[in-house]
């Protein structure tokens, strides 16, 4: 008879057990709630607006200085580069051909450059002061019936992407074949 109470004695003892270890561990989950939400109600607004990150903007005439550079020639062709030069403050950005139209001796349009397909086209980053350059290439070998070929003494540049031109002086020769590179870093447009 002994078997009995001795096993009623210990129900009784791990029932108690198993109900204060459920209080206690309710208990302790209620901190652990308000310290979470507590973590987790505010940033300050002065952190969030502070990581903006600022975009590289794409040169235009606005920013740019455009001359022309010393010419070279071999084998009827007459190359003269076009130089873009960051005047501005902050970097910009060019990718692609620039426009180029050749101007005769009364200003008015001759002809317009052809793109020339490679080197192909690259994203270039201009830092203020810095340069980047198109070549742009005249023949001065008379086709047809043709003897001798025109000068121009202007090109009418605008930059890749904008649509603002800048006259620049040049003397280019103005037979069929008249082109441009895509713009590369530096100043000699190679």
Not at 114 to 125: C, H, K, M, S
Request: aromatic share 2%.
């Amino acid at each position: 008879m002994r078997t009995p109470a001795l096993l009623a004695i210990i129900g009784l003892a791990l029932g108690s057990a198993a109900c204060s270890s459920t209080t206690s561990s309710s208990t302790t989950t209620e901190p652990a709630v308000s310290t979470t939400s507590m973590a987790t109600t505010t940033v300050p607004q002065s952190t969030t607006s502070t990581t903006v990150t600022k975009r590289t903007i794409a040169c235009t005439t606005k920013t740019l200085t455009i001359s022309t550079g010393m010419s070279t020639g071999a084998a009827g062709h007459i190359s003269v580069p076009v130089v873009f030069t960051n005047s501005g403050s902050a970097p910009c950005t060019m990718n692609g051909f620039p426009g180029v139209a050749a101007l005769d001796a009364s200003g008015a349009q001759a002809a317009q450059a052809d793109r020339e397909p490679a080197p192909g086209p690259a994203l270039l980053t201009v830092a203020p002061g810095s340069s980047a350059s198109a070549l742009v290439v005249g023949t001065n070998v008379p086709t047809g019936a043709a003897t001798s070929c025109p000068t121009w003494t202007a090109l009418l540049v605008t930059p890749p992407g904008d649509t603002a031109a800048t006259k620049v002086a040049a003397q280019i020769p103005g037979c069929p074949g008249f082109s441009v590179r895509a713009v590369t870093a530096g100043t000699t447009g190679q």
